[in-house]
């Protein structure tokens, strides 16, 4: 069996499809040539670096915020 069927096998088809996506877009990052705007643009994966920090940021954010505004199940019987 090949090493692609038993990935595919073990992930499941959509995680597979989405992990050649990201593989295919990582290697792109060496082809072309981004002019950005700071000097932190231009480090090599910055994008994904700065996408995945901001997701986590995001994440422990609505989680503080479900803290302050949760309310008990019983609120509006009061």
């Not at 992930?11 to 990582?26: E, K, M, Q, T, V």
């Not at 901001?54 to 199940?73: N, Q, T």
Request: charged share 25%; aromatic share 20%.
């Amino acid at each position: 069996m090949s090493i692609f069927k038993r990935f595919v096998k073990s992930f499941g088809i959509p995680n597979s499809i989405a992990l050649l996506i990201c593989i295919i877009l990582l290697l792109l990052e060496f082809a072309g040539d981004r002019h950005g705007e700071t000097k932190y643009e231009d480090f090599i994966f910055f994008p994904a670096f700065f996408g995945f920090i901001s997701c986590i940021v995001i994440f422990k954010v609505g989680v503080a915020l479900r803290s302050v505004f949760m309310r008990d199940e019983d609120y509006y019987d009061k």
